[in-house]
């Protein structure tokens, strides 16, 4: 471990670190522009410069660009080294413009602070300064190229660590140019990043622009709930409006980035038409009479046909606090256990996947930064959880391997190996790689049941990817850390199971193979422990259409956007004595409802969320609450009216609607003692020490789910199916923007998601008599839809993808189609 000494000051530090970076160990920050921890170092801007006086190196050299050695003695305050980063700093301004009051950046401007602090206050340079032509680069960012230092941070970050090509650096010397070939829309999801990553404003934040300094706002630490990967965000609001959001750092989960779904879904909090007032019929009225009211109507209905004459329909991405207080009164009254999951079979993947996902398989998102090969099992990283994507390529550039098997020929940002395996034959897919994995395994030295698994997979027919899966099983068997990923928006239960027995068996033969699941929404994983895997909203319709239930608890739930069936669903609601509606969303539900409770978002009460990998964090409330100042004074000044109210502060947390709802005291601290006994977290919550701030993994349940228990003989019928003759599978996918409920509610993402169609490999259009561009109609219920064909090189043959964008959303996940009910719509 190398010793040195910087400014007099002694450190230790790790072989490999910079000394810009222990410097930073030590409190010292050494200026810098075009060092970020993420990209590494490149020596482009000088200003980093220090003395060495005494190591192998000696003189002014760049601190970046050195790596700590022992002996090293340092000095940042040399006159020598304060001098050289002077005249850098005056270099650098010599063509920026003095332009700080009207700049987005200006309060948080990395070459203020250096310019300052450099002693740089006379332009000494007389001559013309340079100027660049702007471009325009979509929805979210504004280009201002004129500011640009040449730090080669957004082309670093954009082409080498995102990977995407449409933007770059173009020119040379002092005509150097970042930017793109000509003006368009950014291609890259995460592209958002580089507002955080330029430390000047040549990128800045466009929907928020022009709103209010750094130190205008109210910055908060917070949560993304737009997937369930739980990233860290910080939160600017100003006069009760959310105005941005910026990554914020967890060395656990996102490191220094997100993606733009997360950056710049959250518009829906400061939506006019945010429903703020209870309503009884669809009618104002005030809050504590409506909790009186229906607190009665629901006594009355439960006295009357019994208790189970009540179900409740709950959130995914709701708070922990939400989910335990909607399973405590179910269980408390005797209600239908609760319904998170609109699908049958997602409740079931969820289950499963939180019951398999063992201590020892666990790996977090930054983990997986450090796989040498990556096994993505129906999975679509850019469109389900784009951040994984982003992980997933950094472990590519160090020289690890990826391999996809998936129905739908994924995009990503990084060289992938991948097999196009339709959804039913994923399960037969898995099995072939077991079999191969157990060439040369003697079966005898694994557990009974182990082998028992091995024997049922070397059974398994002969199929036409078995060259691609030697290959990928010889690369997990060399591996040093393998990770498996498993989607759980297309597959089946069995395909979850699978992957988790895949990674025990490796355990069992000596590789510390690792698990990572992707989930339906940001707290998908507390919804699945809290709830019942036999409880979905299928099975609650059906109940209130055999009048077994009178009455329906929906809290934080769209039915009508995650329900494709408006028509039984209406008829459904039509039957009920009661319907309590609790949501901050202006939903069509709310004006049905009998009684409508407005609730509040993770912004103005935050909350407990437990990401994918069972993750616990905290989110602290980030605004006051009430109607932003920039909708009650119409953009002029507010009113003139004073008193002790704030305008639209009615709604309340959805917990402790709930709670009052039931007649029960809303505290929170009982909630708190139920997840910690759920979660196996004793004291966590309660306990005088808080939830770390990269968050804390939960204890997982030990549930009954055997290992290594399949059958096969379903698989190999879901196999067939698709074999006979005129069987097409449509499958419902999620998109980056558009399919995601809050998201999409963002008008800056709106103008980014791309229009619904649907996609299918050459083969499969030129079976059905397709060409790209063609409209056809797919005859699906609960009504026929029309769209037009893209043809998606490299999908599985037989499988038709539909993204789930509006008004297309669909609760089932897969159709199985004949030939006859996809028709091509001729032309007029």
């Given at each position: 471990?190398?010793?040195?000494?910087?400014?007099?000051?002694?450190?230790?530090?790790?072989?490999?670190?910079?000394?810009?970076?222990?410097?930073?160990?030590?409190?010292?920050?050494?200026?810098?522009?075009?060092?970020?921890?993420?990209?590494?170092?490149?020596?482009?801007?000088?200003?980093?410069?220090?003395?060495?006086?005494?190591?192998?190196?000696?003189?002014?050299?760049?601190?970046?660009?050195?790596?700590?050695?022992?002996?090293?003695?340092?000095?940042?305050?040399?006159?020598?080294?304060?001098?050289?980063?002077?005249?850098?700093?005056?270099?650098?301004?010599?063509?920026?413009?003095?332009?700080?009051?009207?700049?987005?950046?200006?309060?948080?401007?990395?070459?203020?602070?250096?310019?300052?602090?450099?002693?740089?206050?006379?332009?000494?340079?007389?001559?013309?300064?340079?100027?660049?032509?702007?471009?325009?680069?979509?929805?979210?960012?504004?280009?201002?190229?004129?500011?640009?230092?040449?730090?080669?941070?957004?082309?670093?970050?954009?082409?080498?660590?995102?990977?995407?090509?449409?933007?770059?650096?173009?020119?040379?010397?002092?005509?150097?140019?970042?930017?793109?070939?000509?003006?368009?829309?950014?291609?890259?999801?995460?592209?958002?990043?580089?507002?955080?990553?330029?430390?000047?404003?040549?990128?800045?934040?466009?929907?928020?622009?022009?709103?209010?300094?750094?130190?205008?706002?109210?910055?908060?630490?917070?949560?993304?709930?737009?997937?369930?990967?739980?990233?860290?965000?910080?939160?600017?609001?100003?006069?009760?409006?959310?105005?941005?959001?910026?990554?914020?750092?967890?060395?656990?989960?996102?490191?220094?980035?997100?993606?733009?779904?997360?950056?710049?879904?959250?518009?829906?909090?400061?939506?006019?038409?945010?429903?703020?007032?209870?309503?009884?019929?669809?009618?104002?009225?005030?809050?504590?009479?409506?909790?009186?009211?229906?607190?009665?109507?629901?006594?009355?209905?439960?006295?009357?046909?019994?208790?189970?004459?009540?179900?409740?329909?709950?959130?995914?991405?709701?708070?922990?606090?939400?989910?335990?207080?909607?399973?405590?009164?179910?269980?408390?009254?005797?209600?239908?256990?609760?319904?998170?999951?609109?699908?049958?079979?997602?409740?079931?993947?969820?289950?499963?996947?939180?019951?398999?996902?063992?201590?020892?398989?666990?790996?977090?998102?930054?983990?997986?930064?450090?796989?040498?090969?990556?096994?993505?099992?129906?999975?679509?990283?850019?469109?389900?959880?784009?951040?994984?994507?982003?992980?997933?390529?950094?472990?590519?550039?160090?020289?690890?391997?990826?391999?996809?098997?998936?129905?739908?020929?994924?995009?990503?940002?990084?060289?992938?190996?991948?097999?196009?395996?339709?959804?039913?034959?994923?399960?037969?897919?898995?099995?072939?790689?077991?079999?191969?994995?157990?060439?040369?395994?003697?079966?005898?030295?694994?557990?009974?049941?182990?082998?028992?698994?091995?024997?049922?997979?070397?059974?398994?027919?002969?199929?036409?990817?078995?060259?691609?899966?030697?290959?990928?099983?010889?690369?997990?068997?060399?591996?040093?850390?393998?990770?498996?990923?498993?989607?759980?928006?297309?597959?089946?239960?069995?395909?979850?199971?699978?992957?988790?027995?895949?990674?025990?068996?490796?355990?069992?033969?000596?590789?510390?193979?690792?698990?990572?699941?992707?989930?339906?929404?940001?707290?998908?994983?507390?919804?699945?422990?809290?709830?019942?895997?036999?409880?979905?909203?299928?099975?609650?319709?059906?109940?209130?259409?055999?009048?077994?239930?009178?009455?329906?608890?929906?809290?934080?739930?769209?039915?009508?956007?995650?329900?494709?069936?408006?028509?039984?669903?209406?008829?459904?609601?039509?039957?009920?004595?009661?319907?309590?509606?609790?949501?901050?969303?202006?939903?069509?539900?709310?004006?049905?409802?009998?009684?409508?409770?407005?609730?509040?978002?993770?912004?103005?009460?935050?909350?407990?969320?437990?990401?994918?990998?069972?993750?616990?964090?905290?989110?602290?409330?980030?605004?006051?609450?009430?109607?932003?100042?920039?909708?009650?004074?119409?953009?002029?000044?507010?009113?003139?009216?004073?008193?002790?109210?704030?305008?639209?502060?009615?709604?309340?947390?959805?917990?402790?609607?709930?709670?009052?709802?039931?007649?029960?005291?809303?505290?929170?601290?009982?909630?708190?003692?139920?997840?910690?006994?759920?979660?196996?977290?004793?004291?966590?919550?309660?306990?005088?020490?808080?939830?770390?701030?990269?968050?804390?993994?939960?204890?997982?349940?030990?549930?009954?789910?055997?290992?290594?228990?399949?059958?096969?003989?379903?698989?190999?019928?879901?196999?067939?199916?698709?074999?006979?003759?005129?069987?097409?599978?449509?499958?419902?996918?999620?998109?980056?923007?558009?399919?995601?409920?809050?998201?999409?509610?963002?008008?800056?993402?709106?103008?980014?998601?791309?229009?619904?169609?649907?996609?299918?490999?050459?083969?499969?259009?030129?079976?059905?008599?397709?060409?790209?561009?063609?409209?056809?109609?797919?005859?699906?219920?609960?009504?026929?839809?029309?769209?037009?064909?893209?043809?998606?090189?490299?999908?599985?043959?037989?499988?038709l993808a539909l993204p789930r964008v509006a008004p297309h959303r669909m609760a089932r996940r897969h159709f199985l189609l004949t030939r006859n009910r996809i028709?091509?719509?001729?032309?007029?």
């Amino acid at each position: 471990m190398p010793n040195l000494i910087i400014d007099d000051l002694p450190i230790e530090v790790e072989p490999g670190t910079k000394v810009i970076e222990a410097a930073e160990r030590l409190g010292i920050i050494i200026p810098r522009f075009c060092f970020h921890p993420a990209l590494g170092s490149v020596g482009a801007c000088r200003v980093c410069a220090v003395k060495f006086l005494q190591g192998p190196f000696e003189g002014v050299q760049m601190s970046c660009m050195i790596d700590a050695l022992d002996g090293m003695v340092i000095s940042t305050t040399d006159a020598q080294a304060v001098d050289f980063r002077r005249h850098v700093i005056e270099w650098l301004m010599l063509n920026h413009p003095h332009d700080c009051p009207v700049c987005d950046e200006g309060g948080h401007c990395l070459l203020q602070d250096m310019t300052v602090a450099g002693g740089h206050c006379i332009r000494r340079y007389k001559g013309s300064k340079r100027t660049h032509h702007d471009q325009y680069l979509g929805p979210l960012l504004q280009h201002e190229m004129n500011r640009c230092i040449q730090c080669y941070r957004c082309s670093r970050y954009y082409q080498g660590f995102a990977g995407y090509k449409d933007l770059g650096v173009m020119r040379s010397a002092a005509q150097v140019y970042f930017g793109r070939q000509d003006d368009g829309v950014l291609q890259n999801p995460f592209s958002g990043n580089l507002a955080d990553i330029c430390p000047t404003g040549v990128y800045t934040d466009k929907p928020s622009r022009f709103k209010g300094r750094r130190w205008d706002f109210e910055r908060t630490p917070s949560i993304c709930i737009n997937c369930s990967l739980g990233c860290n965000v910080t939160v600017s609001a100003r006069h009760r409006e959310v105005v941005r959001q910026e990554a914020r750092f967890n060395d656990k989960i996102n490191g220094h980035f997100i993606c733009d779904r997360g950056r710049y879904g959250f518009a829906y909090v400061n939506a006019a038409d945010r429903p703020r007032r209870a309503m009884v019929g669809g009618r104002p009225a005030d809050i504590d009479d409506v909790l009186l009211e229906a607190r009665s109507r629901l006594a009355r209905t439960m006295a009357e046909f019994g208790p189970q004459s009540v179900a409740a329909v709950g959130p995914l991405r709701g708070s922990l606090e939400t989910q335990a207080a909607l399973a405590q009164l179910s269980e408390a009254a005797g209600w239908h256990s609760p319904a998170f999951y609109v699908d049958p079979k997602a409740a079931e993947i969820a289950a499963m996947a939180t019951a398999r996902l063992e201590d020892k398989f666990t790996v977090s998102l930054r983990g997986i930064e450090g796989a040498d090969v990556i096994l993505a099992v129906g999975s679509d990283p850019v469109n389900e959880a784009p951040m994984l994507a982003l992980a997933m390529r950094q472990a590519v550039r160090r020289g690890g391997h990826a391999a996809v098997i998936d129905s739908r020929s994924p995009t990503l940002p990084f060289e992938h190996e991948y097999l196009p395996v339709a959804v039913f034959e994923l399960d037969v897919a898995v099995g072939r790689l077991v079999n191969f994995l157990c060439e040369d395994v003697d079966t005898q030295q694994l557990p009974a049941h182990a082998a028992a698994f091995v024997d049922e997979c070397r059974k398994l027919p002969d199929g036409r990817f078995d060259v691609y899966l030697q290959a990928i099983a010889r690369r997990l068997l060399a591996a040093r850390q393998p990770v498996v990923v498993c989607g759980s928006d297309i597959v089946e239960p069995a395909t979850v199971a699978l992957c988790a027995d895949v990674v025990l068996l490796l355990h069992h033969m000596g590789i510390d193979g690792k698990l990572f699941y992707t989930l339906k929404s940001a707290n998908a994983f507390g919804a699945a422990r809290l709830g019942s895997p036999a409880a979905n909203v299928a099975s609650v319709l059906r109940s209130v259409e055999r009048g077994t239930v009178k009455a329906l608890v929906v809290v934080e739930k769209d039915l009508h956007s995650e329900f494709p069936d408006h028509e039984r669903l209406k008829q459904a609601l039509a039957q009920l004595d009661l319907l309590v509606v609790i949501h901050y969303l202006d939903i069509s539900l709310a004006s049905r409802a009998d009684y409508f409770l407005p609730a509040t978002t993770i912004y103005e009460t935050g909350g407990l969320y437990l990401n994918q990998e069972g993750r616990l964090q905290t989110a602290p409330a980030a605004v006051a609450g009430g109607r932003p100042i920039q909708q009650t004074g119409g953009g002029a000044h507010p009113p003139r009216q004073y008193n002790r109210g704030i305008p639209g502060d009615t709604p309340q947390e959805a917990w402790r609607l709930l709670l009052q709802l039931c007649g029960e005291q809303p505290a929170r601290e009982p909630l708190l003692h139920r997840l910690e006994d759920t979660f196996a977290t004793p004291g966590a919550l309660t306990g005088a020490s808080p939830v770390p701030p990269e968050g804390m993994r939960v204890g997982h349940a030990v549930n009954g789910v055997a290992p290594f228990h399949h059958d096969w003989q379903a698989a190999l019928a879901r196999h067939e199916q698709l074999s006979r003759d005129g069987q097409m599978l449509l499958v419902t996918v999620a998109q980056t923007f558009g399919t995601e409920p809050l998201s999409c509610r963002s008008p800056w993402l709106e103008a980014l998601t791309p229009p619904a169609t649907v996609r299918m490999a050459l083969e499969t259009a030129t079976q059905l008599q397709l060409a790209a561009g063609d409209q056809v109609v797919l005859d699906i219920k609960p009504q026929p839809l029309t769209l037009p064909v893209v043809i998606e090189i490299g999908m599985a043959a037989n499988v038709l993808a539909l993204p789930r964008v509006a008004p297309h959303r669909m609760a089932r996940r897969h159709f199985l189609l004949t030939r006859n009910r996809i028709k091509k719509v001729d032309a007029p």
